[in-house]
């Protein structure tokens, strides 16, 4: 059942054209294609059968050169339509109809509400026409597109609007075209009635491209901003990558049940409305923030995606590490890029690290699959995301723009490899990446171990560095692989130290160098150094490593004082959090009272007086490791130990530096203008810093705190005052935390994406009725399971949200998912496999919570329909 990487085989036959008839209608939409196509020259050569890709549809006609075919000549299986051998050219007519309004899986071509919509990546273009659908058949497309006028007058596909015209009945059409090859996985078609806003860019080589942004009618209002986001995009893949677009027009839906984030469909993007829709009332700065990374990053894959495409889907970090690469390069332009980098690390370590050490652990390229859906995963994306990043640091930004020129010169128009693209890296600068490709084949984190000594007299500093891969599922024993370390030397007096390594005649002065570990254990020497410099390693998280280094306290909070590196001094202070909040777990569990290291304390006071920091970067640098840092940090993640620690901590440095918070509080609101909203990276850095200072004295428990907290959530103020406010309330057991809800919900129960806020703030407190709560808002009228926004919110909100409540030590939070993963599944599989994501690390657990984990899941696979979605996480979960 599994697929494989080892046995691909290339495409029998190719296809260079589709025309596409779509006529949608109210009981079945037929669908008619006609397909030219040949024999691949090279997948051998005579006559083979012409076996298509086809699910949920049925069938009507096949007629191949002309000549329509009895039933007796083609067999129509489950999932495969084989059609008799074929050699030279052929012409082949597929007729069949589907009915989208039933399509509650959201792949394919569906309808919700009054709008038509698809989603073909990975495979859902057979869901809507018998077709070769896998990446590497590459054809162009024509799309017509027959509706009733009244009910969808705008009808789109990709590429270029050709004709449009009436039809009998009250019904319409258009023609559209793509003079693009694409796989079919890019193929876009929309039908509605939609609002859209226009705007226009002209790329540096002077041609003019038409935007647009369609949703639906009465929030053309709210997309200001993913329209200067997109052309943020534009010219900066322009500057940054000499990549300029390719068509007439750029288009992008907001559609309001979709599974995932977004989707690249050449020309015709599709999105998740809430990665478009923003104003300052509705969404907070993080969703502001988010917007301009996604349209980037679907805009950044025209070039890294769609004019070079993945062969298979085991390639599919070659387009989306590479393409969040680029999106987070944008990111970090556009705004602070020690912030950036620190949010991107966050992510990776509370999401990514947990999904190496798990069951479903797979390497960046995976070699198997049962469900591709299920590999769109964070090790796919984000880790794929630093392995890219890591040859960005071995060849230098030079290097690797010659490398991603050549990658284009080589591929452009080509459906090719994680390897294609390394080899074009290496073709490009001479560095040998051979033992590098490890990265993309060995799944697991690596461990890097750091042990220093200096020697006063000699004035060496040798620094050890080693290298241990943890085994992973299917992958019992592993190779060092080369890690690149940007390292530094922080003096005593705060300043980092020139680098001369034993052995060379001058170091030039640097400051900084790239140790690159690609054996087991290494030492290197320094010289010339001083007494009581303080190595500063890893710096900005050059590589997705765990980093066992021999740091005191006191390094810690020298380095988190001193460092230069902004993520270097994130990390310090984040260590010297981790290591006092654990000891504070561990006195709980052993009975004791938990007392926070002071050091931690005074560190924080140190920061908050230092004014030289951004105030979005202070903010970062104030936030205690999350509670599933913690957990991970601990062989038995104790969740109810680390809640009380962690919560202890934040009363305690609420309370210790309230005169500090209250002061910056005053100084930041002061700087707010009232009524709109200043959208700046400086003002939101502000806001976020406002809203961390606001939290840190409600958790200090002095009315005043809480006092402050009730004025700025009133439900007039700007979405992202509102929300730091509730979020800072939403844990208490008093009756102005409910009155803070309450008003919120009222003003905003009709606006289905702050509803969502809502959800997510009741699903997430701490508060013991929590899971009550959740089950009776699966009855709310804004809640229904069937758009993934909804159940993200509400039972993603819990189950993911709120470790300390879905952990409950009674079982009930893993009864609650197993019920609500199999009511999805017959639904949704898709969304029902990632809601099941919070019962697969069950070992991570004591024994009672490991069996009632456990029990959950037996539960869910013993279901007599399960999809192969959830399935397979499941099963690989149990194993
Ligand atoms: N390619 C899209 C993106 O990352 C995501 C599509 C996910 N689709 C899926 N079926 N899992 O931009
Ligand atoms: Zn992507």
Not at 327 to 332: N, P
Not at 708 to 728: E, I, Y
């Amino acid at each position: 059942q599994p697929v494989r990487l080892q046995d691909y085989a290339p495409p029998p036959h190719l296809i260079d054209s589709v025309e596409l008839t779509v006529e949608l209608g109210d009981d079945w939409t037929k669908v008619t294609a006609i397909l030219s196509g040949r024999r691949n020259p090279a997948a051998g050569s005579g006559p083979a059968p012409i076996v298509l890709d086809g699910q949920d549809q049925q069938l009507q006609a096949v007629t191949l050169d002309g000549r329509r075919l009895a039933e007796s000549e083609y067999q129509v299986g489950a999932e495969k339509l084989t059609l008799p051998a074929v050699d030279g050219p052929f012409e082949l007519m597929i007729e069949g109809r589907i009915r989208p309004q039933d399509n509650t899986a959201l792949e394919g071509l569906y309808r919700s509400g009054g709008l038509y919509c698809t989603q073909c990546e990975a495979e859902g273009f057979r869901r809507i026409t018998y077709y070769p659908d896998r990446p590497d058949v590459m054809a162009v497309f024509t799309v017509r597109i027959e509706a009733d006028k009244e009910r969808f007058p705008v009808l789109l596909a990709n590429g270029n609007c050709v004709e449009t015209g009436e039809l009998p009945f009250g019904r319409h059409f258009a023609v559209w075209h793509d003079p693009f090859r694409k796989p079919a996985y890019l193929f876009a078609m929309v039908a509605g009635d939609l609002g859209c806003v226009e705007d226009s860019y002209v790329t540096r080589s002077g041609r003019e491209v038409t935007l647009r942004i369609y949703v639906d009618p009465g929030n053309e209002g709210r997309t200001g901003h993913a329209m200067e986001s997109l052309k943020r995009s534009m010219r900066w893949d322009e500057e940054v990558y000499g990549f300029e677009y390719d068509l007439d027009v750029f288009m992008i839906v907001a559609v309001s049940a979709f599974n995932m984030g977004a989707m690249e469909n050449k020309g015709l993007n599709i999105f998740n409305d809430k990665f478009i829709l923003a104003d300052p009332d509705t969404a907070t700065d993080g969703d502001f923030q988010r917007i301009e990374g996604i349209v980037a990053h679907e805009y950044f894959h025209n070039w890294t995606g769609n004019r070079i495409t993945c062969r298979d889907w085991f390639q599919l970090s070659l387009k989306e590490g590479l393409t969040v690469f680029r999106d987070q390069e944008f990111s970090a332009d556009m705004h602070d890029r020690g912030v950036k980098r620190v949010s991107d690390v966050r992510l990776l370590r509370t999401v990514q690290f947990p999904e190496d050490a798990g069951p479903t652990a797979h390497p960046v390229r995976p070699d198997t699959y049962i469900e591709i859906n299920n590999f769109y995963t964070v090790t796919v994306y984000e880790k794929g995301s630093e392995v890219v990043r890591m040859i960005h640091t071995l060849l230098g930004p030079d290097g690797f723009r010659k490398g991603m020129d050549l990658y284009v010169e080589r591929h452009d128009g080509q459906a090719v490899t994680c390897d294609d693209f390394v080899a074009a890296m290496e073709d490009a600068t001479g560095v040998d990446l051979s033992r590098f490709r490890l990265w993309y084949s060995q799944a697991g984190t690596p461990t890097v171990t750091a042990r220093w000594q200096h020697d006063p007299a000699t004035r060496r500093l040798d620094l050890t560095l080693s290298q241990a891969t943890p085994s992973t599922p299917g992958q019992p024993t592993k190779q060092p692989m080369p890690i690149p370390l940007r390292t530094a030397l922080i003096g005593r007096n705060g300043a980092p130290l020139p680098l001369r390594l034993d052995g060379e005649p001058d170091g030039g002065g640097a400051t900084e160098r790239v140790l690159v570990l690609d054996e087991a254990a290494t030492t290197v020497s320094f010289v010339d150094v001083p007494p009581g410099a303080v190595p500063s390693l890893l710096r900005g998280f050059s590589a997705p490593v765990k980093l066992d280094a021999a740091w005191s306290e006191e390094d810690l909070a020298f380095l988190a004082g001193a460092d230069d590196d902004p993520f270097g001094r994130w990390e310090a202070l984040q260590s010297l959090s981790t290591r006092a909040l654990l000891a504070m777990v561990g006195a709980l569990r052993a009975g004791k009272p938990a007392v926070l290291d002071q050091r931690v304390v005074e560190a924080f006071r140190a920061s908050l007086a230092d004014d030289r920091l951004e105030p979005a970067f202070l903010s970062e640098l104030l936030a205690l490791p999350g509670e599933s840092l913690l957990g991970q940090a601990l062989d038995v993640w104790h969740v109810d130990e680390v809640h009380a620690a962690r919560a202890e901590a934040r009363r305690v440095i609420g309370e210790t530096l309230f005169d500090g918070w209250s002061a910056l509080y005053e100084r930041l609101s002061a700087a707010e203008p009232a009524g709109g909203a200043d959208l700046s990276t400086a003002a939101m850095g502000r806001r976020a810093l406002a809203n961390a200072a606001l939290a840190y004295m409600v958790a200090s428990g002095r009315e005043e705190g809480i006092r402050l907290a009730v004025a700025q959530a009133r439900p007039d103020g700007t979405m992202t005052r509102v929300m730091g406010a509730l979020v800072a309330l939403n844990d208490l057991e008093r009756p102005e935390r409910d009155a803070a809800l309450a008003a919120f919900h009222d003003r905003w129960q009709n606006d289905p994406l702050v509803l969502d806020k809502w959800f997510a703030l009741k699903a997430g407190s701490a508060r013991t009725d929590t899971l009550d709560q959740v089950k009776g808002l699966l009855e709310h009228p804004g809640f229904s399971i069937r758009i993934p926004n909804r159940v993200r919110a509400l039972i993603g909100g819990f189950t993911a949200g709120n470790p300390v409540r879905f952990h409950a030590a009674d079982g009930s939070g893993y009864d609650f998912l197993a019920e609500q993963v199999l009511a999805l599944d017959a639904i949704n599989p898709q969304v029902a496999a990632r809601m099941t994501q919070p019962l697969v690390r069950w070992r991570k657990f004591d024994a009672g919570r490991g069996k009632a984990m456990t029990d959950a899941l037996r539960r869910i696979i013993h279901s007599p329909t399960l999809s192969k979605d959830v399935y397979e996480i499941a099963s690989k979960a149990l194993a």
